[in-house]
């Protein structure tokens, strides 16, 4: 609705002649006329007036409808609201998800490296230490040394922690040190291509 049909609008609607309202303003009643037709617009100052004679607002008074920038403004708050929410997400399901990855991959490099770590190796050390003798073997893989399995007297295992070595050459020289320094005696066997 244009400027002029809403001062015509409000005037009726509160009961003024364009007499009356002319009188109001300090203008002629051709002013208010030539406003209600369209010929001219009221300025700054006599906009204010009209607004405080009318009790409306500056933006109801020229009909600038803030009603659908408010709206336009709330939608584009929703939009960018429902985007953080949706990188919040994508944030998170990469938070959980990052470490399994990771360790997943370092699985698979693992298998693939022991598969590729030449043949599979044997070797045994039996010990004798205070007059009672204790073996313990290791199958590993050649080119990394990688134990795949081991095992033996448990005496051997629990007086030296040998299960927290994952190579072969650094368990036999733990046991064979241990032995040593104790009083005892080692032998390593040659190590021999396990038979599959």
């Given at each position: 609705?244009?400027?002029?049909?809403?001062?015509?609008?409000?005037?009726?609607k509160?009961?003024?002649?364009?007499?009356?309202?002319?009188?109001?303003?300090?203008?002629?009643?051709?002013?208010?006329?030539?406003?209600?037709?369209?010929?001219?617009?009221p300025?700054?100052k006599?906009?204010?007036?009209?607004?405080?004679?009318?009790?409306?607002?500056?933006?109801?008074?020229?009909?600038?409808?803030?009603?659908?920038?408010?709206?336009?403004?709330?939608?584009?708050?929703?939009?960018?609201?429902?985007?953080?929410?949706?990188?919040?997400?994508?944030?998170?399901?990469?938070?959980?998800?990052?470490?399994?990855l990771?360790?997943?991959?370092?699985?698979?490099?693992?298998?693939?490296?022991?598969?590729?770590?030449?043949?599979?190796?044997n070797?045994?050390?039996?010990?004798?230490?205070?007059?009672?003798?204790?073996?313990?073997?290791?199958?590993?893989?050649?080119?990394?040394?990688?134990?795949?399995?081991?095992?033996g007297?448990?005496?051997?295992?629990?007086?030296?922690d040998?299960?927290?070595?994952?190579?072969?050459?650094?368990?036999?020289?733990?046991?064979?040190?241990?032995?040593?320094?104790?009083?005892?005696?080692?032998?390593?066997?040659?190590?021999?291509?396990?038979?599959?």
């Amino acid at each position: 609705m244009e400027i002029g049909n809403k001062i015509m609008e409000l005037r009726k609607k509160n009961g003024l002649s364009q007499e009356e309202l002319a009188e109001k303003i300090g203008v002629a009643r051709q002013t208010i006329s030539k406003w209600e037709l369209g010929e001219t617009s009221p300025d700054l100052k006599q906009s204010k007036e009209l607004s405080r004679i009318f009790k409306v607002s500056l933006d109801e008074l020229v009909s600038n409808d803030i009603k659908d920038i408010l709206i336009e403004k709330t939608s584009n708050t929703e939009k960018l609201a429902g985007l953080i929410l949706k990188l919040n997400k994508f944030a998170l399901i990469f938070i959980v998800l990052a470490p399994i990855l990771l360790i997943g991959a370092k699985i698979i490099v693992k298998n693939i490296r022991i598969k590729n770590s030449g043949r599979l190796l044997n070797t045994s050390i039996t010990c004798i230490l205070h007059d009672k003798t204790y073996s313990y073997e290791f199958n590993y893989y050649e080119t990394t040394g990688q134990i795949k399995e081991a095992g033996g007297d448990g005496y051997l295992s629990n007086i030296t922690d040998i299960e927290k070595y994952d190579i072969a050459y650094q368990a036999l020289d733990v046991i064979d040190a241990y032995v040593r320094n104790n009083g005892g005696t080692c032998n390593k066997t040659e190590a021999k291509p396990v038979e599959k």
